[in-house]
């Protein structure tokens, strides 16, 4: 069975920085693609960075360089620094894996998810 387990959320001030892990167990296969979607109270889910096993990257376009997208391939573990955080960027954040290669920030294109770690910023 497939797990996702997201790590790093904290309470931070403006101008801060996080970063948030996701471990994956039971997935054996070379080929992914994971991502990083958060979601604020009464809001849409919106994707935040695609990366996919040959390294190919997609951020969303109001990201502008504050966040970073890293992964260890040997674990299976994708990260996400998030720099000069602001109280917009509050919401839960989740991760998701897909067997198939290729980033893609909808979420639909994701089997997997997992439960999500709360990342609040205050002004």
């Known amino acids: 069975q497939v797990r996702l387990l997201e790590s790093g959320g904290d309470s931070v001030q403006a101008g801060g920085s996080l970063r948030l892990s996701c471990g994956v167990s039971?997935?054996?296969?070379?080929?992914?693609?994971m991502a990083w979607f958060r979601q604020a109270p009464g809001k849409e889910r919106e994707a935040v960075v695609s990366?996919?096993?040959?390294?190919?990257?997609t951020y969303n376009h109001w990201v502008k360089g504050r966040f970073t997208v890293s992964r260890d391939n040997a674990q299976i573990t994708l990260y996400l620094i998030m720099n000069n955080l602001k109280p917009e960027d509050t919401a839960m954040y989740y991760c998701?894996?897909?067997?198939?290669?290729?980033?893609?920030?909808?979420?639909?294109?994701?089997?997997?998810w997992g439960q999500g770690t709360q990342v609040t910023v205050s002004s």
């Open positions: 039971g997935y054996s296969s070379d080929t992914y693609r």
């Open positions: 998701a894996l897909d067997p198939r290669p290729g980033p893609t920030l909808a979420p639909g294109n994701y089997n997997y």
């Open positions: 990366v996919d096993s040959n390294d190919r990257t």
